[in-house]
């Protein structure tokens, strides 16, 4: 599976939009682009995924570049509960390890 | 909503017991996977089970082993506990096939070995 780079942290202001960047330049055809979070001392919560074309579902967007290198997930109004360690990962559909990175800590403020 | 739910949020065993974590998923789905995570050492995949009675070894299985008696229950066993097993165990499932196939975690447990 490609490796991922993300910054170690990020803050925003409640109420605000969080925009969370990942880059992926070795990305495969057949890799998919997954971001979960997790919550201290709680297991990862799966957030979206996507392919090619940017995606949308009731909790983020996920914005991927054309070339495939990077990609964008984005809150649209973030809440305090919103803070946690973001992980931005690339796996094949058929790949059991998933590989998780430092990821980045994002800090809703109030 | 997939919901896999392991039995045991926190749990405290002393060296050389026998320890059972458990893990059920309600969404059929065909594989399991148990992983542990370490602070600075990410998630480490210990075994998975593409169905039951089938397991496989990742990348970590060594003092662990598993059970897959029906689709459902995953288990993650280690025989002779010992402290440097200390950490948070996280079971996760996903259905098999082509195209984007979704892991799915618990909450976690937590397991201290004194």
């Known amino acids: 599976d490609a490796k991922t780079t993300q910054p170690p942290s990020m803050d925003c202001a409640e109420g605000r939009a969080a925009n969370l960047p990942c880059n992926h330049s070795t990305i495969s055809g057949n890799e998919y682009v997954y971001w979960y979070r997790q919550i201290h001392s709680q297991g990862p919560q799966y957030i979206i995924h996507?392919?090619?074309n940017n995606e949308t579902n009731e909790m983020a967007s996920l914005i991927i570049t054309e070339d495939r290198k990077s990609s964008t997930l984005i809150l649209p109004h973030a809440t305090l509960r919103d803070t946690a360690v973001y992980y931005c990962?690339?796996?094949?559909?058929?790949?059991?390890?998933?590989?998780f990175g430092e990821g980045t800590q994002l800090t809703v403020n109030p | 909503d997939v919901k896999v739910t392991q039995s045991s949020r926190y749990l405290v065993k002393r060296t050389g017991e026998k320890v059972f974590l458990e893990c059920v998923q309600d969404?059929?789905?065909?594989?399991m996977f148990w992983y542990r995570q370490d602070p600075g050492l990410g998630l480490r995949l210990i075994y998975f089970?593409?169905?039951?009675?089938?397991?496989e070894k990742g990348d970590i299985p060594e003092g662990y082993s598993v059970s897959r008696e029906k689709k459902e229950r995953f288990s993650l066993i280690l025989e002779s506990a010992s402290t440097n097993q200390t950490s948070m165990y996280l079971c996760?499932?996903?259905?098999?096939?082509?195209?984007?196939?979704?892991?799915?975690f618990g909450e976690g447990s937590w397991l201290t070995v004194v």
């Open positions: 969404m059929d789905h065909e594989n």
């Open positions: 996507g392919l090619k």
């Open positions: 089970s593409y169905d039951v009675k089938m397991k």
């Open positions: 990962i690339v796996r094949a559909s058929s790949g059991s390890r998933l590989t």
């Open positions: 996760a499932s996903s259905a098999p096939g082509q195209g984007a196939n979704t892991i799915y």
